[in-house]
């Protein structure tokens, strides 16, 4: 069985500051580890995902997450927050492919002027 | 490509009336997910599709919910009778050899 933890229900950040968003994951078999971003009314994107291969991943709007193992981490960041960021973000798992895939609780990450 | 394809975009409706949703999802696609986000549960499975057969309904709430998926191209999640706890943003998602969702804008429903 797999489940998804994020630190955090809501973070809050200035303009330029580092965005780190935390995520922790169980998972029998090895996981496959996705971030969604949602924006207020509309439906979940694709940041980046994390299947086999480099555990560095870069994904869109200049945001990338390591795949730790030994932690069972998979935390995502991004150097420098800008405003149009601000949303709520989601960490998932699934067990490989093909599975029905089980989402985190959600951060909401806010920017501050 | 027009991405997953849902609606209504919002549905009011009174209760104890039916409500469907549709969903349509991106061509060549073998996964159709159905999920519900609330601020109290969050984002919650309710069934999911492949080829068009349903694998995994365990996350339907009552008997009063069904879905169905006639052909690859299109699927519905119907509620009936609907009531005020099922007021929600229902979201389709598709998918193909598991490498990430696909998700709709999603259909706010609300039961008055």
């Known amino acids: 069985a797999q489940s998804v933890t994020q630190l955090g229900s809501h973070v809050s950040v200035s303009e330029g500051a580092l965005v780190l968003l935390r995520c922790n994951y169980s998972?029998?078999?090895?996981?496959?580890l996705f971030w969604y971003v949602q924006y207020p009314n509309q439906g979940l994107q694709l940041l980046l995902k994390?299947?086999?291969?480099?555990?560095l991943v870069k994904g869109i709007n200049g945001f990338e997450a390591e795949f730790k193992k030994s932690e069972t981490s998979f935390h995502l960041t991004k150097p420098s927050a800008h405003m149009s960021d601000a949303a709520e973000y989601f960490c998932a798992v699934t067990g490989g492919r093909a599975s029905k895939i089980i989402f985190g609780s959600g951060t909401r990450l806010s920017i501050r002027p | 490509d027009a991405g997953v394809i849902q609606s209504p975009r919002h549905e009011v409706t009174e209760m104890g009336q039916e409500v469907t949703l549709r969903c349509k999802p991106i061509s060549g696609h073998d996964y159709l997910f159905w999920y519900r986000q609330t601020m109290m549960r969050g984002l919650e499975l309710l069934i999911y599709?492949?080829?068009?057969?349903?694998?995994?309904d365990s996350g339907m709430p009552e008997d009063r919910f069904s879905a169905k998926m006639p052909n690859a191209s299109f699927s519905t999640l119907k509620i009936q009778p609907s009531e005020p706890r099922d007021s929600a943003v229902y979201f389709c998602?598709?998918?193909?050899?598991?490498?990430?969702?696909?998700f709709g804008s999603g259909t706010r429903l609300t039961v008055v």
């Open positions: 998972s029998s078999v090895p996981p496959y």
């Open positions: 998602a598709s998918s193909t050899q598991g490498y990430g969702y696909t």
């Open positions: 599709f492949n080829n068009n057969v349903p694998i995994d």
């Open positions: 994390y299947t086999t291969g480099a555990t």
